[in-house]
């Protein structure tokens, strides 16, 4: 099991930056992928990003890609995820996700909840117009 903690979440200005950083305590097994979700009012659950331990590949909702960057520290098992050019639609719960089953390598695999195992608490993320 492993244990994810949030941070980094809080209220700005759209247009503005936010930097979400997850930390990972890792016990017996060694982390695979790792990826941010979000949750607004009333909606599911969506992908945002992921990135693979080993592939070193990544992967973005197209909602993001090119605004936000996802980004990891293998010897930390830290994720972070830079967003920038924010809009109020961003605003949501993020929550940080994390698979240690070896089975799949590349993060194109890892765009749904389904294939995560562990779940941080997430963080409020709140973008004002």
């Known amino acids: 099991q492993v244990q994810l903690v949030e941070s980094g979440g809080g209220l700005v200005q759209a247009g503005d930056s936010l930097r979400l950083s997850c930390a990972a305590s890792?016990?017996?097994?060694?982390?695979?992928?790792m990826g941010w979700f979000r949750q607004a009012p009333g909606k599911e659950r969506e992908f945002v990003a992921a990135?693979?331990?080993?592939?070193?590949?990544?992967k973005y909702a197209n909602s993001v890609r090119g605004r936000f960057t996802i980004s990891r520290d293998n010897a930390k098992n830290t994720v972070d995820l830079q967003m920038n050019s924010l809009k109020p639609e961003d605003t949501a719960v993020y929550y940080c996700a994390a698979e240690t089953s070896p089975e799949y390598l590349n993060a194109n695999y890892y765009t749904t909840p389904s294939r995560f195992g562990s779940w941080g608490q997430g963080t409020q993320v709140t973008i004002s117009s």
């Open positions: 990135i693979s331990w080993i592939a070193s590949s990544t």
């Open positions: 890792v016990r017996t097994f060694s982390i695979i992928a």
